[in-house]
T-cell receptor
């Protein structure tokens, strides 16, 4: 199973602050995803990223969100001005091979105060 | 709208019993279906991937089945152990890139 790491494991921020969540897949992959899970709710798709471009994004992924792969390895999710409702667990995922199986990182717990 | 539903939301069974978790989805045009395990406050561990052309997939004590025509998948766990206690999530790839998740079944194995 491919290894995906995420940093930080927990981020606490004040409302209105910018946060950057990072994902580091160990092997080279083309497809990357961000999902989030608000406490007690379903895991929800945010955005997919293929070949260094956004491939698809959900309604949640508004102008406050952005993704990039700045150095060819790290994959980041930026929230420009955090809101209370952004508090959630954010998961990075990669997709491998012809079977389109997705593997998830351990998540970053974001708490917005 | 493509939706995934899991029933029951919670299940408790004595250790050693076999059990079945259910997943239903609204659109039969799926690419594949994954079952995940999630421990409290942790990430998602992929347990089984079943392609749309397959009817079942096995890994150890786990067996997943898929019936596209009825929009259902089951996860069968044999000889349950306390270490199997976790939330089990079903997620469907509906022909595009993103996974659509169910709300999960929280499983408790009673020693």
């Amino acid at each position: 199973e491919p290894e995906v790491t995420q940093t930080p494991s927990h981020q606490v921020t004040q409302m209105g602050q910018e946060v950057i969540l990072r994902c580091v897949p160990i092997s080279n992959h083309l497809y990357f995803y961000w999902y989030r899970q608000i406490l007690g709710q379903k895991v929800e798709f945010l955005v997919s990223f293929y070949n260094n471009e956004i491939s698809e994004k959900s309604e949640i992924f508004d102008d406050q969100f952005s993704v990039e792969r700045p150095d060819g390895s790290n994959f980041t999710l930026k929230i420009r001005s955090t809101k209370l409702e952004d508090s959630a667990m954010y998961f990075c995922a990669i997709q491998t091979g012809g079977q389109n199986e997705q593997f998830f990182g351990p998540g970053t717990r974001l708490t917005v105060l | 709208k493509q939706e995934v539903t899991q029933i029951p939301a919670a299940l408790s069974v004595p250790e050693g019993e076999n059990l079945v978790l259910n997943c239903s989805f609204t659109d039969s045009a799926i690419y594949n279906l994954q079952w995940f395990r999630q421990d409290p406050g942790k990430g998602l561990t992929s347990l089984l991937l079943i392609q749309s052309s397959q009817r079942e997939q096995t890994s150890g004590r786990l067996n997943a089945s898929l019936d596209k025509s009825s929009g259902r998948s089951t996860l069968y766990i044999a000889a349950s152990q306390p270490g199997d206690s976790a939330t089990y999530l079903c997620a469907v790839l509906f022909g595009n890139e993103k996974l659509t998740f169910g709300t999960g079944t929280r499983l408790t194995i009673i020693p």
